[in-house]
C-alpha cells in the first residue's frame, strides 16, 4: 500500500515579485530625490499668506550673523554688489534677485541689498514662508 500524496510540495521561491518591488521603490527614490530642493543655508524666514512664483533668479540669503551669500556662496558685504552684478549678468530681461533674510535680521541689511538692486536695475522680491 503506498501511502505517499501525489502533491508535493516545492520549497522554491519565486524572487520575480520581490525584485518587481525594489525596481520600483528604485525608480521612486531617483525621482524624489531629483525634486528635492537643497538649500544650504538654513533660513527661519518671516510669514506671509501671499504666494510667491518660483522663476530663475539669484538668491541673495542674510544669516543672523549677519553673512550675505550669494547662491549658497559666501560673500563679503563690501564685495556684494559685484557679486551680484556678475551673477545676473548683463541683459537687461529677466534679471532678478530673490532675498531671503532670516525674520531676526534687522531690516536695514534687507534694505542695504534692495537699494543695490534698484541702483543697477534689477528686480528683487523678498522670500517668505507661508502661514
Excluded at 527661519?44 to 556662496?73: A, G, H, M
Excluded at 559685484?82 to 532670516?102: D, H, M, Q, Y
Aim: glycine share 2%; proline share 2%; no cysteine.
Amino acid at each position: 500500500m503506498n501511502i505517499r500524496g501525489r502533491n508535493k510540495v516545492t520549497p522554491e521561491f519565486n524572487m520575480s515579485s520581490m525584485t518587481d518591488i525594489v525596481f520600483l521603490l528604485l525608480i521612486f527614490f531617483m525621482i524624489a530625490s531629483t525634486l528635492v530642493s537643497a538649500e544650504a543655508i538654513d533660513l527661519l524666514l518671516p510669514k506671509s499668506s501671499s504666494k510667491t512664483t518660483q522663476s530663475k533668479s539669484v538668491t541673495v540669503s542674510i544669516n543672523k550673523k549677519l553673512e550675505y551669500f550669494v547662491d549658497r556662496k559666501k560673500v563679503p558685504k563690501r564685495q556684494l554688489e559685484r557679486e551680484i552684478l556678475a551673477k545676473v549678468g548683463k541683459s537687461k530681461i529677466g534679471r532678478t534677485i530673490t532675498l531671503r533674510v532670516e525674520e531676526s535680521v534687522a531690516m536695514k541689511n534687507a534694505v542695504y541689498v534692495m537699494d543695490i538692486a534698484n541702483r543697477n536695475r534689477i528686480k528683487s522680491s523678498l522670500a517668505v514662508r507661508s502661514k
